[in-house]
């Protein structure tokens, strides 16, 4: 007799058991094949919590998906009975596919994705259970900070003192430990508005539901609510889903392992896979402390270790190996691989970040002439700004490219919001630049303003900005608006009769000051917001070496943008390393290994140790990344904020075992620089002698031109370089010694002006 209706049954099961792959592919073991002893045990394992815990490349993914083959091939499940998370989308299109090619189908019904999409699926099914509507909508951030700033304002709290951002973080952060407002105890309310966060959180929820929205956190936290408020809906989902797969366990936070753990109730079959040393989002909550307590909280859990890595070359897996041993806080793991010895890491030191981007991209080239896929190759930074550069230079290059996990750089939002004051401030009658900006930052001006603005346009035929100007001569405008417009018009006119006096880069610093945008991203102390203002910064960086005026570095954008729009399909991979976790590619290169970059000065600033030992998770996700080899590399000097400055090299490259360093490496040169700042340190561990290697480390390198090996032709044979001296230098030109302090000069320089700079760089004149 069939069961009783079930007033929840979830009934997007598309797939008849009939036809199953199970029934399909009888008994096949073909998804078993060539899987180590380790992983087929993982694989095929029965009943009960499993976790997979293992270094990077040691197929924990490549289980996830032969389980989950392995289930509907035997016929111990229908895919609608799995439930697989991962981390991305991207990530979770990738399982799918591989799924697909294992049991020679697509796994339709089956429910993979992330913590969020799955939460989506749940929610719109019960949400009144949870007090909403099945129709709700998801707001973003910036709606979500409006929300909480018209709730401040209510309460007579300053804005400017207690910002809606910062708040909205708080709440973010208690909603990933599953605090619902209830929960948030007196001590946890800290000192935000004196003491108040946590009734705002309430007053939040409550606005929530009443405008029948969620945000992002809610996507997970209702759920846990839902479920542990209605054991018989929990039910459901224990009788639905028989089995339940986890990639990237290392980074869930307290509430998605509370939302697993409540599922995993029903059946016990939860399979968990993940490598403590790649947790790399605490700064969002993960909590890495959920691996490593999993016995616990699974008795009977059986823990299986894959040590065979089948990624990465001996000398990669050597090198990242050693870097994270630098890490106090992990439980440790061995990895061996059975791959031929391949390529050491290249270890460049180059003069500045013009130098690397070009280096990287000759070095793309020569492996393009030798035949090797661009869809192989990887570029992978701390930080989002600094695609820049690259897009630059492979857009004049010619190379196709792609920005994994984010939008190229002109594109971005704040880029395009700057350069649309530049295009209004080069040509007023810019309609679509002007309309893009003329209430951002907000200045009162709604739609309101834009529809009396619109109709004088139609009608006199004229464009917004001068329709504005006319406006302000009648009292078409009133109160507010009229003094924001009248304030912005001005400021364009003034700013425009700037571009015939000042340098455009003072002009475009002048615009994104005067016009507020700036501050808008400074009060904003959301993640994001530094990220955009690093971009900004990169666009001024990007305007100075552009040498010509702001109508020409438009123009230059403009065509830019038009090239990059080519849609080749082999193609180089930009992302932050963030982005690249669970990929692989035959080559990566790692730029930008300097100290305040990477490591990434504001997370040593904000966590100290745990700060540090995060940023060294990311080294070794970076170089984990690459099957055949890695490119490591550090400039010198870096532009910030239009200031040259004279760059240390990143402590990781201390922790990269010289052993597994091609000879050509600047191991030498880097450690000419680290003598200064480390003190001459020798790293015993690693056998890296800095007292020692002086020039010897630093032989011809391929990638570079004359300058390095001049600067090692100094470097061998270093003249004294004493006060008052008068010397050369490759940027700056001449200038006379004002004091030395170990390797760093200081020099007034007679075109350039006053500079710190290393003695590497430097020739008696
Ligand atoms: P990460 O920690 O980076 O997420 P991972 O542990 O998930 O890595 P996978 O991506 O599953 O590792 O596997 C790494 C590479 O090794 C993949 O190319 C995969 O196909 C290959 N691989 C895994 N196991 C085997 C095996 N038994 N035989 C051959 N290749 C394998
Ligand atoms: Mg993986």
Same mark, same amino acid.
């Given at each position: 007799?069939?069961?009783?209706?079930?007033?929840?049954?979830?009934?997007?099961? +598309?797939?008849?058991?009939?036809?199953e792959?199970?029934r399909?592919?009888v008994a096949?073991t073909?998804?078993?094949?060539?899987?180590?002893?380790?992983?087929r045990l993982?694989v095929?394992?029965q009943?009960?919590?499993?976790l997979v815990?293992a270094g990077?490349?040691?197929?924990?993914t490549r289980?996830?998906t032969?389980?989950?083959?392995?289930?509907?091939?035997? @016929?111990?499940?229908?895919?609608?009975?799995?439930?697989?998370?991962?981390?991305?989308n991207?990530?979770?299109?990738?399982m799918?596919?591989r799924?697909?090619?294992l049991?020679?189908g697509?796994?339709?019904?089956?429910?993979l994705?992330t913590?969020?999409?799955?939460?989506?699926?749940?929610?719109r099914?019960?949400a009144?259970?949870?007090?909403?509507k099945s129709?709700?909508?998801?707001?973003?951030?910036d709606d979500?900070?409006?929300?909480?700033?018209?709730l401040?304002?209510?309460?007579?709290?300053?804005?400017?003192k207690?910002?809606?951002?910062v708040?909205?973080?708080?709440?973010?952060?208690?909603?990933d430990?599953?605090l619902?407002?209830?929960?948030v105890? %007196?001590?946890?309310?800290?000192?935000?508005?004196g003491g108040?966060?946590?009734?705002?959180y309430r007053q939040y929820?409550?606005?929530?539901?009443?405008?029948?929205?969620v945000d992002?956190g809610d996507?997970v936290?209702h &759920?846990?609510t839902?479920?542990q408020k209605?054991p018989?809906?929990?039910?459901?989902?224990?009788? $639905?889903?028989r089995?339940i797969?986890v990639?990237?366990?290392?980074?869930?936070?307290?509430a998605?392992?509370l939302?697993l753990?409540?599922?995993?109730q029903?059946?016990?079959?939860?399979c &968990?896979?993940?490598?403590?040393?790649?947790?790399i989002y %605490?700064?969002? /909550?993960?909590?890495?402390?959920?691996?490593?307590?999993?016995e616990?909280?699974?008795?009977?859990? =059986?823990i299986?270790?894959?040590?065979?890595?089948?990624?990465?070359?001996?000398?990669? #897996?050597?090198a990242a190996?050693h870097?994270?041993?630098?890490?106090e806080?992990?439980? %440790?793991? =061995?990895?061996?691989t059975?791959?031929?010895?391949g390529?050491?890491?290249a270890?460049?030191g180059?003069?500045?970040?013009? !130098?690397?981007a070009? @280096?990287? /991209?000759?070095?793309?080239?020569?492996?393009?002439r030798d035949?090797?896929r661009?869809s192989?190759?990887?570029?992978?930074?701390?930080?989002?700004?600094?695609?820049?550069?690259f897009?630059?230079?492979?857009?004049?290059?010619? #190379? +196709?490219?792609r920005?994994?996990?984010g939008?190229?750089?002109?594109?971005r939002q704040?880029?395009?919001d700057?350069l649309?004051? &530049?295009?209004?401030?080069?040509?007023?009658d810019?309609d679509?630049?002007?309309e893009?900006i003329?209430?951002?930052?907000?200045r009162?001006?709604g739609e309101s303003?834009? $529809?009396?603005?619109?109709l004088i346009?139609?009608t006199?035929k004229?464009s917004?900005?001068?329709?504005?100007?006319?406006?302000?001569?009648?009292?078409?405008?009133?109160?507010?608006?009229?003094?924001?417009?009248?304030?912005?018009?001005?400021?364009?006119e003034?700013w425009r009769?700037?571009?015939?006096?000042s340098?455009?880069?003072?002009?475009v610093?002048?615009i994104?000051d !005067?016009?507020?945008?700036?501050?808008m991203l400074?009060?904003d102390?959301?993640?994001?917001?530094?990220?955009?203002?690093?971009n900004?910064?990169e666009?001024?960086?990007g305007?100075q070496e552009?040498?010509s005026?702001?109508?020409?570095?438009?123009?230059?954008?403009a065509?830019l943008?038009?090239?990059?729009?080519?849609?080749?399909?082999?193609?180089?991979?930009l992302?932050?390393l963030?982005a690249?976790?669970g990929?692989e590619?035959?080559?990566?290169f790692?730029?930008g290994w300097?100290?305040?970059v990477?490591?990434?000065?504001?997370?040593?600033?904000d966590? @100290?140790?745990a700060?540090l030992?995060?940023?060294r998770r990311?080294?070794y996700?970076?170089?984990t990344?690459?099957?055949?080899r890695?490119?490591?590399?550090?400039?010198?000097n870096?532009r910030?904020?239009n200031?040259?400055?004279?760059?240390?090299?990143?402590r990781f490259l201390?922790?990269?075992?010289?052993?597994?360093?091609?000879?050509?490496s600047?191991a030498?040169?880097?450690a000419?620089y680290s003598?200064?700042h480390?003190?001459?340190?020798r790293?015993q561990s690693?056998g890296?002698d800095?007292?020692?290697?002086?020039?010897?480390g630093?032989r011809?390198?391929?990638w570079?031109d004359?300058?390095l090996?001049?600067?090692?032709?100094?470097e061998g044979d270093? +003249?004294d370089l004493?006060?008052?001296?008068?010397v050369?230098?490759?940027?700056?030109?001449y200038? $006379?010694?004002v004091?030395?302090?170990?390797n760093?000069l200081?020099?007034?320089?007679?075109k350039?002006?006053?500079?710190?700079v290393?003695?590497?760089?430097?020739e008696?004149a």
């Amino acid at each position: 007799m069939a069961p009783p209706a079930d007033p929840f049954e979830i009934t997007d099961d +598309p797939v008849p058991a009939a036809s199953e792959p199970a029934r399909r592919a009888v008994a096949s073991t073909a998804h078993l094949d060539g899987l180590n002893d380790e992983q087929r045990l993982a694989v095929t394992h029965q009943g009960g919590p499993l976790l997979v815990l293992a270094g990077a490349g040691t197929g924990k993914t490549r289980v996830l998906t032969s389980r989950i083959a392995h289930l509907l091939i035997t @016929g111990r499940a229908r895919t609608s009975q799995i439930l697989s998370v991962t981390f991305t989308n991207k990530a979770a299109r990738e399982m799918l596919d591989r799924v697909a090619s294992l049991i020679g189908g697509a796994a339709d019904g089956m429910w993979l994705g992330t913590f969020h999409a799955i939460g989506v699926r749940v929610l719109r099914r019960h949400a009144e259970l949870v007090g909403l509507k099945s129709n709700f909508t998801i707001l973003d951030t910036d709606d979500q900070t409006r929300l909480i700033k018209q709730l401040l304002q209510a309460e007579g709290i300053d804005d400017k003192k207690w910002p809606a951002r910062v708040l909205s973080g708080i709440i973010q952060r208690w909603k990933d430990r599953a605090l619902t407002p209830d929960k948030v105890s %007196g001590d946890e309310a800290g000192e935000f508005a004196g003491g108040k966060a946590a009734e705002i959180y309430r007053q939040y929820q409550e606005r929530l539901a009443e405008v029948n929205a969620v945000d992002f956190g809610d996507l997970v936290m209702h &759920c846990v609510t839902l479920w542990q408020k209605h054991p018989d809906i929990l039910e459901i989902y224990h009788r $639905r889903f028989r089995h339940i797969l986890v990639d990237e366990y290392q980074d869930t936070n307290v509430a998605q392992y509370l939302w697993l753990r409540l599922l995993a109730q029903g059946t016990q079959d939860i399979c &968990c896979v993940g490598d403590d040393d790649q947790s790399i989002y %605490g700064w969002r /909550g993960a909590e890495v402390g959920n691996i490593l307590r999993f016995e616990k909280d699974f008795p009977g859990a =059986t823990i299986v270790r894959l040590e065979r890595n089948y990624r990465s070359t001996p000398h990669i #897996l050597a090198a990242a190996s050693h870097l994270i041993s630098h890490n106090e806080g992990r439980l %440790g793991k =061995t990895l061996w691989t059975e791959m031929k010895e391949g390529e050491r890491i290249a270890v460049r030191g180059v003069w500045d970040g013009g !130098e690397e981007a070009r @280096g990287i /991209g000759e070095e793309i080239e020569a492996l393009q002439r030798d035949k090797h896929r661009l869809s192989q190759i990887a570029i992978l930074v701390r930080a989002g700004f600094q695609t820049r550069e690259f897009e630059e230079r492979f857009i004049t290059m010619g #190379l +196709p490219y792609r920005v994994i996990g984010g939008l190229r750089f002109y594109e971005r939002q704040e880029i395009r919001d700057a350069l649309a004051y &530049c295009r209004v401030t080069v040509q007023h009658d810019d309609d679509l630049a002007f309309e893009r900006i003329y209430n951002t930052p907000r200045r009162g001006l709604g739609e309101s303003a834009l $529809r009396t603005l619109r109709l004088i346009q139609r009608t006199q035929k004229i464009s917004l900005f001068e329709a504005t100007r006319r406006a302000l001569e009648t009292d078409e405008l009133k109160g507010r608006q009229r003094k924001s417009l009248g304030e912005l018009i001005a400021n364009f006119e003034r700013w425009r009769s700037m571009l015939d006096v000042s340098s455009h880069v003072k002009v475009v610093e002048t615009i994104l000051d !005067e016009s507020g945008y700036t501050d808008m991203l400074r009060l904003d102390r959301s993640p994001e917001a530094e990220g955009r203002l690093e971009n900004l910064r990169e666009l001024t960086t990007g305007l100075q070496e552009f040498d010509s005026s702001l109508p020409a570095f438009l123009e230059h954008v403009a065509l830019l943008t038009d090239m990059a729009d080519r849609s080749d399909t082999d193609m180089v991979s930009l992302m932050t390393l963030h982005a690249a976790k669970g990929l692989e590619f035959d080559t990566v290169f790692l730029p930008g290994w300097e100290e305040g970059v990477f490591p990434n000065q504001r997370a040593l600033d904000d966590k @100290g140790l745990a700060g540090l030992e995060e940023e060294r998770r990311l080294a070794y996700v970076g170089l984990t990344r690459a099957r055949k080899r890695a490119y490591v590399s550090f400039a010198a000097n870096r532009r910030i904020f239009n200031q040259w400055q004279a760059a240390i090299p990143s402590r990781f490259l201390r922790e990269l075992p010289v052993g597994h360093l091609a000879e050509s490496s600047d191991a030498g040169l880097y450690a000419t620089y680290s003598a200064g700042h480390h003190g001459g340190l020798r790293d015993q561990s690693s056998g890296f002698d800095y007292e020692n290697l002086g020039s010897g480390g630093a032989r011809r390198t391929r990638w570079r031109d004359e300058t390095l090996d001049d600067r090692r032709a100094v470097e061998g044979d270093k +003249p004294d370089l004493n006060v008052g001296q008068r010397v050369f230098h490759q940027k700056f030109g001449y200038g $006379r010694i004002v004091a030395v302090d170990g390797n760093k000069l200081d020099i007034e320089f007679e075109k350039a002006g006053p500079k710190k700079v290393l003695d590497s760089f430097i020739e008696a004149a």
